[in-house]
């Protein structure tokens, strides 16, 4: 966000000043606060944190920090848009110019990146990677619960990779460990497998061998995108291993909040509302349908004692709820975790 302020605050709303920070908070903690404790801070006023009181003038009222988070992610999704739209026009640029040879060419060996059009390609293409895997399978799995036909799908592929000696990691939504089914799922495979969750993972991810990586390119998974160049793949591998020793293994219970009357999936609910994202986002980045999403947010404001949306922003900004928990600490990583069906990105 563009820096605003006189020279003694040149900054944005992402990062304020120390004496910003201080008279911002308090407004928050207290509703409002007086004009006169605002003079030495006028990028708070410039910024829109602060603005005066309709009711008194003397006094300045906070803008609810879910409001201020979603000015501040508006102008990141903008950037993130158009970063999408310039790769997809470069990959479409790389299939133009491959197919100036004039004639039909299959794939060749060592393409970095090449789009898989459709179901039938995109498992070709992975039933490929799953015959030359020989070590190594990393998976990240979005969404909620994993329907017990999925699993069992792959169970078969899961086990021969198993046969072979291949070690298998993976990674779920905390959602994901109420299904009966990833439990039955991960006692099949044994040792040669593990699973983790976190509140929230990214898109799906598939990477084999760390040689070669699958990962969606449109919403509904038609269209995938087979990547190779040695520097993508670094930096998956990177992503993943990272979120993997943040995360949590599924043998082990979720932490507690350290807040009386707040669940854990209250609390990653309450981070997600403070970034101001709408219920169905919400509910789509923990794996849970917009109904038990909007039950949570019901309860929590019954916790917090909040009888508005906005009052709500307020009591989590109050009770420190605005941010992820502390991650556990974990032992180093000996094992590794077990993967949905490799058959779909």
Not at 5 to 21: F, K, V
Not at 102 to 107: F, I, L, N
Not at 132 to 148: A, D, Y
């Amino acid at each position: 966000m563009a820096g605003h302020g006189t020279d003694a605050h040149p900054h944005g709303a992402d990062r304020l000043c120390e004496a910003g920070t201080r008279v911002y908070s308090r407004a928050v903690r207290r509703g409002r606060v007086p004009r006169s404790d605002a003079a030495k801070v006028p990028c708070l006023l410039e910024l829109a944190l602060l603005h005066p009181d309709p009711d008194d003038m003397d006094w300045l009222v906070p803008t609810a920090p879910q409001e201020v988070m979603t000015r501040l992610l508006r102008g990141v999704h903008e950037e993130v848009s158009a970063s999408r739209a310039r790769v997809g026009t470069a990959v479409a640029a790389v299939e133009w110019y491959a197919g100036l040879g004039g004639r039909e060419q299959g794939p060749q060996e060592g393409v970095a990146i090449r789009v898989l059009d459709g179901l039938t390609r995109i498992r070709a293409a992975m039933d490929e990677a799953t015959e030359q895997c020989t070590s190594e399978v990393l998976t990240v799995q979005p969404g909620g619960i994993r329907r017990e036909d999925e699993l069992a799908e792959g169970l078969p592929r899961a086990l021969e990779l198993r046969r072979r000696g291949v070690r298998m990691r993976d990674l779920y939504t905390h959602v994901a460990r109420h299904g009966q089914g990833l439990h039955t799922y991960m006692e099949l495979m044994g040792d040669a497998a593990e699973a983790r969750t976190l509140d929230e993972v990214p898109e799906r991810l598939i990477l084999f061998d760390r040689t070669v990586a699958f990962i969606p390119a449109n919403a509904d998974r038609t269209i995938a995108l087979e990547l190779r160049h040695p520097a993508i793949i670094e930096y998956l591998v990177t992503v993943f291993e990272r979120l993997w020793r943040l995360a949590i293994p599924l043998t082990s219970p979720l932490p507690e909040t350290g807040i009386d009357g707040i669940t854990h999936r209250e609390r990653s609910i309450a981070a997600l509302l403070a970034e101001g994202h709408q219920d169905a986002v919400v509910a789509e980045r923990l794996g849970i349908s917009v109904r038990t999403c909007r039950a949570h947010i019901a309860r929590l404001s019954e916790t917090l004692g909040a009888a508005s949306r906005t009052q709500l922003g307020v009591r989590i900004a109050q009770a420190g709820l605005d941010g992820p928990p502390h991650a556990p600490e974990l032992l180093p990583v000996t094992a590794r975790g077990a993967p949905e069906s490799p058959t779909e990105v």
